[in-house]
């Protein structure tokens, strides 16, 4: 099997009502060029054994689980993403608890031409989906680990700083299927991050 040029990087912890929709939703659209590393915080809900059932379904698909049993802070769990991903372009922030709409190609379509009109790589930064070559988020990032909320917009006021962030403007590109925070912890998670 020859090495996937996109990596989509998954971090999953304890969704078991919506981690086979979303996966499924994301697998179904791809094509030889992707793998999908869902890197696993230590689920103990036995989304686990849906994740394993899904691997053998799919080839594309590979598991990481981190050395520690417990789970840890999202921005380290990123991180082993990254580094176990073995595509040179990385779509990350993708999560467990939504459904794709079948527009990842379009979107890699789109990210590829804005690469082509910059020097060096850049993180392009869309709604729910993100991506940069893999190279620009091992020296720009990784994300820090110990910040338990934000690890995201830190990364990208250093990717900012660095001329090497650029932010898309589209429709979203799926739907919750689980996770639903009400307003007032949207803007409590919002300002957490300042």
């Known amino acids: 099997m020859t090495e996937p040029r996109y990596s989509i990087v998954v971090c999953h912890y304890n969704m078991v009502n919506t981690v086979e929709e979303s996966l499924r939703s994301i697998l179904n659209q791809l094509d030889g060029r992707f793998e999908v590393v869902v890197v696993d915080g230590g689920s103990d809900d036995g989304s686990f054994r849906v994740l394993q059932r899904l691997s053998d379904e799919y080839p594309a698909l590979?598991?990481?689980c981190p050395s520690e049993t417990d789970h840890q802070v999202l921005g380290a769990e990123?991180?082993?993403g990254v580094e176990e991903a073995r595509g040179k372009h990385i779509l990350?922030?993708?999560?467990a608890d939504d459904q794709y709409d079948p527009v990842i190609k379009d979107f890699i379509y789109v990210y590829e031409q804005i690469q082509e009109g910059f020097e060096r790589?850049?993180?392009?930064s869309g709604k729910n989906i993100n991506a940069a070559p893999r190279?620009?988020?091992l020296s720009h990032g990784p994300y820090r680990e110990g910040i338990h909320r934000g690890e995201d917009t830190d990364m990208w006021r250093r990717m900012i700083a660095d001329d090497a962030f650029v932010q898309l403007e589209h429709e979203r590109l799926c739907?919750?299927?689980g996770y639903n925070p009400g307003k007032r912890q949207l803007i409590s998670n919002r300002l957490s991050e300042i």
């Open 135 to 137: 190279s620009v988020l």
């Open 78 to 80: 990123r991180n082993l």
């Open 62 to 64: 590979r598991i990481i």
């Open 92 to 95: 990350l922030q993708m999560d």
């Open 175 to 177: 739907e919750s299927i």
């Open 121 to 124: 790589g850049v993180y392009v």
